[in-house]
């Protein structure tokens, strides 16, 4: 961590500003020619890369401290332990959770909300009941919902967004009614941008006692995130996105909440004790997490939070608004090119779609110009529909990408047009 | 590789115009294909007289790829049998997946040869074979929806 920690700073007001194009150095994937070009990354929301920090910290694990957790007595399980749980309670206070026995790992987002789905909603609900989301929402807070309403016969509605895919609030808050049993909302849109106003939301939901679950996979990566201030109840996240390994995430729920709730999977771990007539279930968050976890995924979860606490949040998310404002002007630019996602509080996310061009043809092309761009739907059909478009092409930026891989990207749309013509 | 072995010159004409990109009104088969990589949706329309295939067309939206090879295969097919139209169907299959296609197996296929650069292009290949999968169910009858392999 020295490296980073060298050029560290708090980000509050007269902070020196961290050197981004040091910190990029810090990427080895980042150093290399895809079809004879530079490598262009901008496919930083499907997954970001990871720094030699956390790649290092993974790879120490492996060489000298791996073993079992929570089993042995010898020295290799102690360090091991001490190693994940190390992870578990740096990532609580990143987050700002008021203890580590909040965070619940798992595999990732969707598998947070599927636990919360499965544990704390399916036991709860029935018929009449209803489960609101939003219209912006990725796959994986929409799929795991409609399972929960089809086990119980409750029903999933959707609050909607405007043409500038903002939520629209009031329409959000008239929806509030008694047979709301919760709430599902994304902190940041995977396919817009949009940076929704959580804690209002929350604020909404709560005063009418409807807890509300966050989907912050997104989030995380781009601005400084406390759950306490957002007050919501359930807030999910995923370490690939935020520059750790991939198949480890967290849930992150409160205390009493996740008392109240059933374990989830059965196995080993999750248990104090177990006859064949009776098992006593282990304390928090132990009780969520059966069978042998992502120990050197939570080691890099832990590794990735310390890299972005020594830059600080604030000065990555100041870098993003630089970034994303870079790259509307320049997308803006292109003839023909139309921006999906045009909210007032955005993240580094452009979705766009390029007149008469198809989305998936963007990407081929420009790929072949060393540039990673995601097309498709972006686990997000709804939207699609709702801007009338199959699909868009997405660059999505990260704090290491600079503003010549703007212009890149600008180049290579033009050379798009060329070909295509 | 080089883009031009993708977008050939006689992609991005069939791109820009299609043919036969119209309903066919009414249909005697339609058939639909759905791509869940990309979203893309795709419709056949089929008029047989007898066994022959007396007219046939595709709407939908799509990539510049897909959509080629919508064109090409419907230009193809007019006045072909059904027997001939799941002979070529099996023929563009080799071409598009498979890589170890004859040269004179190539030039029997006419234009639709200029899909033969899409085998470069692993993530592509679905584009390309999307309508003939659903040109397949169509002639075939079958109700569902056809997907790519």
């Known amino acids: 961590m020295k490296e980073a920690l060298d050029i560290t700073t708090t980000g509050t007001a007269g902070a020196a500003r961290p050197d981004f194009a040091a910190l990029r150095r810090d990427f080895p994937i980042l150093e290399q020619r895809v079809h004879g070009h530079p490598l262009v990354y901008l496919d930083n929301a499907a997954s970001a890369q990871r720094p030699r920090q956390v790649i290092d910290a993974v790879t120490r694990y492996y060489e000298r401290d791996h073993a079992n957790v929570h089993r042995g007595v010898h020295t290799l399980s102690q360090r091991a332990t001490e190693a994940y749980e190390g992870a578990r309670v740096k990532v609580a206070s990143f987050v700002n959770a008021a203890s580590e026995r909040e965070i619940v790992w798992t595999r990732g987002t969707t598998e947070a909300i599927n636990l919360v789905a499965q544990a704390w909603a399916r036991p709860r609900l029935g018929p009449g009941d209803r489960i609101l989301i939003t219209h912006m929402e990725h796959h994986s807070n929409i799929v795991p919902w409609q399972f929960v309403c089809e086990q119980t016969g409750a029903e999933l509605v959707v609050a909607p967004i405007d043409r500038r895919g903002q939520l629209e609030l009031d329409a959000l808050e008239a929806m509030l009614d008694e047979r709301v049993k919760l709430v599902g909302v994304v902190h940041v849109s995977n396919a817009l941008g949009t940076i929704n106003p959580v804690a209002r939301i929350v604020e909404l939901a709560h005063s009418r006692d409807i807890p509300v679950l966050v989907d912050g996979a997104q989030a995380l990566p781009h601005v400084p995130v406390d759950v306490q201030a957002i007050g919501c109840d359930f807030y999910a996240f995923s370490g690939h996105k935020m520059y750790a390994p991939t198949g480890i995430g967290a849930l992150w729920a409160r205390t009493a909440i996740l008392e109240e709730m059933p374990p989830w999977q059965g196995g080993g771990e999750m248990i104090k004790m177990v006859r064949f007539d009776r098992t006593e279930f282990n304390e928090l968050p132990y009780k969520f997490e059966a069978g042998t976890p992502n120990i050197a995924g939570a080691v890099g979860l832990g590794a990735a939070v310390d890299y972005l606490s020594a830059i600080g949040m604030d000065a990555i998310h100041a870098r993003d608004d630089e970034l994303l404002a870079a790259a509307t002007a320049a997308l803006g630019d292109i003839p023909g090119l139309r921006i999906i996602g045009t909210a007032e509080h955005k993240s580094s996310v452009i979705s766009f779609v390029l007149d008469g061009i198809h989305p998936h043809d963007i990407g081929t092309i420009i790929d072949l110009e060393g540039i990673a761009l995601r097309t498709g739907h972006h686990c997000a059909q709804p939207v699609m529909d709702f801007f009338g478009v199959a699909a868009t092409a997405r660059a999505s930026f990260a704090f290491y990408n600079t503003e010549d891989e703007i212009d890149r990207l600008v180049a290579g749309l033009h050379r798009v047009r060329e070909v295509l013509g | ?149």
């Open chain 2, 1 to 149: 590789m080089d883009l031009k072995d993708l977008y050939r010159d006689v992609i991005v004409d069939h791109n820009r115009s299609p043919r036969n990109f119209r309903k066919i009104d009414p249909p005697r088969r339609v058939a639909e294909g759905f791509n869940p990589l990309c979203g893309d949706k795709l419709h056949v329309y089929l008029r047989m007289d007898g066994d022959v295939i007396e007219d046939i067309s595709f709407e939908g939206s799509g990539c510049a790829i897909s959509v080629a090879s919508a064109s090409l295969m419907t230009e193809m097919l007019k006045g072909k049998t059904a027997a001939e139209a799941i002979d070529l169907f099996s023929r563009m299959h080799s071409l598009l997946t498979e890589g170890d296609v004859e040269q004179p197996d190539v030039a029997s296929l006419g234009k639709l040869a200029a899909l033969s650069g899409v085998r470069e292009f692993p993530t592509r290949v679905k584009c390309a074979t999307l309508c003939w999968h659903t040109m397949k169910n169509a002639v075939e009858g079958a109700d569902e929806a056809a997907k790519t392999e």
